[in-house]
Structure formats: structure tokens, C-alpha cells
């Protein structure tokens, strides 16, 4: 091995050991019943029981009437988004329910059984939920940066080779 690769492996090593991949994962959420809709939140990927204080980043939940800007989140919907739980382990979610700031009054709740309750103006909706996880994650800035590392390795293992057949 030459000395370059020696200088270059304990840093990398360091490196490697003490840098942290991204986990955050994203997903969708299906609502079917006497009225349809969607939402998606994000995760930082690690959490097992994730709540707005506790890993879980983003949610939003569209189902008319409370869909586009008046669509349920967890930006400004109320201390009550803040016992919104979902459970990696059962792919469920759980809430004491949540009232919608842009329409006041609208009422939304979701039960570990897959199940949810809207109550509206307009009247109230239920039925129940599916969660899948949607997009693939981008690989760890590690990985990106050892296999740079090794390719300008080789590039100057490739080049001394090519000096010292010259000489």
C-alpha cells in the first residue's frame, strides 16, 4: 500500500465512524370512506412512536372540505397537533383529535385502528386510512464521499504506474 493510502485511511475512517447518515423517510396516507382524501409526513427515521415534539417533522392531511390552504397541519392547527403519534411499529396513527385553523370548527380525528373521524359544517365523515412510504432515499453523504475517495485513488495508483513505465 502506498503512504497516500495510509495518510487517507485514518481520516476517513474518523470520518465515517462519526458522521451520521440522513434517515428522514417520507410517506403517504390514503383516506377512504364516506369522504376521500390524502395527506403525507415526514420522519427523522429514527423515531418509533413519532410525534410533532418527537421526530415527526411534517404532516398534512387533505380531505375536502378541508383540502389546498385549509388543509389540516401540523404548522398551525393547535396545541392539540402536538398529540398526534404515529406508531412505526403498527404503520398506525393515534390523536385526540385536532380542530383546523383555516376552518374553524372542523374537527379532525385519527385511531390506532386505521380508522378516522371528520366532523364539518357540512356535516360528518369517517372511514379509514392506509400509510405507505413514498420515494427512495438519497444515499448518505459518506457513501458519496468514499467512493469519490476511492476513485481518486485509483486515478493516481493509475497515473504513478504510467510515470514509472516512462522513467
Do not use: H
Not at 38 to 52: E, L, R
Not at 90 to 108: H, L, M, P, R, V
Not at 115 to 138: K, M, Q, R
Amino acid at each position: 500500500m502506498s503512504r497516500f493510502t495510509f495518510r487517507l485511511l485514518l481520516p476517513l475512517l474518523l470520518f465515517l465512524g462519526l458522521s451520521t447518515a440522513a434517515k428522514a423517510d417520507s410517506f403517504q396516507i390514503i383516506f377512504t370512506g364516506t369522504a376521500t382524501g390524502t395527506g403525507q409526513f415526514t420522519t427523522d427515521g429514527s423515531c418509533t412512536m413519532c410525534s410533532p415534539t418527537a421526530g415527526l417533522l411534517t404532516w398534512v392531511v387533505s380531505i375536502p372540505p378541508d383540502s389546498g390552504p385549509d388543509a389540516f397541519d401540523i404548522v398551525d392547527d393547535g396545541p392539540a397537533t402536538t398529540q398526534i403519534t404515529y406508531d412505526r411499529l403498527t404503520n398506525t396513527f393515534t390523536s385526540i383529535g385536532t380542530f383546523n385553523s383555516e376552518n374553524f370548527g372542523d374537527f379532525f380525528n385519527l385511531f390506532n385502528n386505521n380508522t378516522w373521524i371528520l366532523s364539518t359544517a357540512n356535516g360528518d365523515f369517517a372511514g379509514t386510512y392506509t400509510v405507505s412510504p413514498t420515494g427512495v432515499p438519497e444515499p448518505p453523504t459518506s457513501v458519496l464521499l468514499l467512493s469519490t475517495i476511492v476513485l481518486v485513488g485509483w486515478f493516481r495508483r493509475r497515473n504513478s504506474a504510467s510515470n514509472a513505465s516512462l522513467a
